[in-house]
């Protein structure tokens, strides 16, 4: 079946630095969702990209989706203590109900 | 709204014994998954109804498990008889249709020793 990777799998950051994980599928998407699980939480919906090389803020977090709807990414800006957690990209596999997710990236963030 | 509502938060039980999570969705959300969470395979889409019809049960492990969505209200993940594999954190979601993001619940999380 379809699958949805995303690198890195772990990310380690000092707070004020900045921060990107990357979603990528072999095929075509018709969109790209993306979720953020603190840790011992449960996922929490920010966003849904659908058009071609759209790009969505906000306030730090900056979204894009690639020209080939293939890709997408996820920038922080200047992160915080509270941006730590895992991060999630999810896609409509197969009929547009079903969400697979994919790896995730944990962020942690240290002072 | 209450948001979606799973019950029990915590179950520890002995292999063998059957165990059964409990998820009431949002009001008005057509859509209910059940998905369960480990280090191992991550997040993994067990089955999902729409309009309380199960759609597609082919993330099921095995005979095991089973889901029932009797009324729009409630739905039930219910594993018999319980392996210690089976522990994971157990998520009930709920959408309002394609194209909406998905509302997690607190999730299960179950232990079988």
């Known amino acids: 079946g379809q699958q949805v990777m995303q690198i890195p799998q772990y990310q380690h950051v000092q707070e004020g630095e900045d921060f990107t994980t990357y979603c990528n599928s072999s095929?075509?998407?018709?969109?790209i969702q993306w979720y953020k699980q603190r840790p011992g939480g449960h996922p929490v919906f920010l966003i849904q990209l659908v058009k071609s090389g759209e790009v969505k803020k906000q306030k730090r977090l900056t979204f894009q989706f690639g020209e080939a709807k293939k890709n997408s990414s996820l920038h922080i800006t200047a992160t915080q203590t509270t941006d730590v957690g895992t991060y999630f990209c999810a896609a409509n596999t197969g009929t547009a109900s079903k969400l697979t997710f994919g790896t995730g990236t944990r962020l942690q963030v240290t002072l | 709204d209450a948001g979606v509502i799973q019950s029990p938060r915590h179950e520890v039980t002995e292999m063998g014994q059957e165990v059964t999570l409990r998820c009431k969705p949002i009001?008005?959300?057509?859509?209910l998954f059940w998905y369960r969470q480990t280090m191992m395979r991550g997040l993994e889409l067990l089955i999902y109804f729409n309009n309380n019809v199960p759609i597609d049960d082919s993330g099921m492990p095995e005979d095991r498990f089973s889901a029932k969505m009797p009324n729009a209200s409630f739905s039930t993940l219910k594993i018999q008889p319980s392996e210690p594999r089976d522990s994971a954190v157990y998520f009930c979601?709920?959408?309002?249709?394609?194209?909406?993001?998905?509302?997690f619940g607190s999730g299960t999380r179950l232990t079988v020793v």
């Open positions: 979601a709920s959408r309002a249709g394609p194209g909406y993001g998905y509302t």
């Open positions: 009001s008005g959300h057509d859509y």
């Open positions: 095929t075509t998407l018709s969109n």
